[in-house]
């Protein structure tokens, strides 16, 4: 997810609902399935005593935008340097690595925090780092965080209460130790 002026962005690969190191193959695939799911004909046998609703119809266009820009082997590498950039460019208030987070286990999940000078925090849950691409096995007390395709990487998080933002930096296959 890209952040831009403390809105979320989705990125090409979230509309379409694969990861970013999705082949072809898989993104021809999550396409076709998207793709028919928000068809127009489709919407319109579903609603018919009324229109489909706005929402659906630019679902649509987001997931056929999409697929343009990731069918395309050039024009997906310009979009994924595109991505790199943007995630790089964002101005942050902090760098921080895992180590500096706070976690507090829930059992099923776990949320990281770090806390901003405003007195909010930063945070992150591992459903949405799972929706990133991260893995996560757990082995008692032990969390091991996977990257994607084993490379250090960052995330940049929003403050909860001001416009300060942080990049977590995310080491390759980590360690963290919870309470």
Not at 101 to 125: H, K, N, P, Q, W
């Amino acid at each position: 997810m890209i952040l831009s002026n403390n809105l979320s962005q989705k990125t090409h690969y979230e509309i379409i609902g694969v990861k970013e190191d999705a082949s072809l193959e898989e993104i021809r695939k999550t396409y076709r399935s998207s793709i028919l799911n928000y068809h127009p004909d489709k919407l319109q046998k579903t609603c018919e005593t009324s229109n489909p609703e706005p929402e659906l119809q630019n679902r649509f266009l987001e997931v056929q935008r999409a697929w343009e820009t990731l069918a395309d082997p050039r024009s997906r590498a310009l979009y994924d340097c595109e991505l790199r950039t943007m995630r790089q460019d964002a101005v942050t208030a902090d760098d921080v690595s895992l180590e500096d987070m706070t976690i507090e286990d829930a059992g099923s999940c776990f949320e990281l925090s770090y806390c901003c000078r405003c007195g909010d925090y930063f945070s992150v849950d591992s459903p949405e780092l799972t929706e990133m691409g991260y893995r996560f096995l757990r082995n008692g007390n032990k969390i091991c965080l996977q990257t994607p395709g084993s490379l250090p990487t960052s995330v940049i998080l929003p403050c909860g209460s001001c416009s300060l933002k942080v990049r977590l930096h995310i080491d390759a296959n980590i360690t963290l130790q919870t309470e």
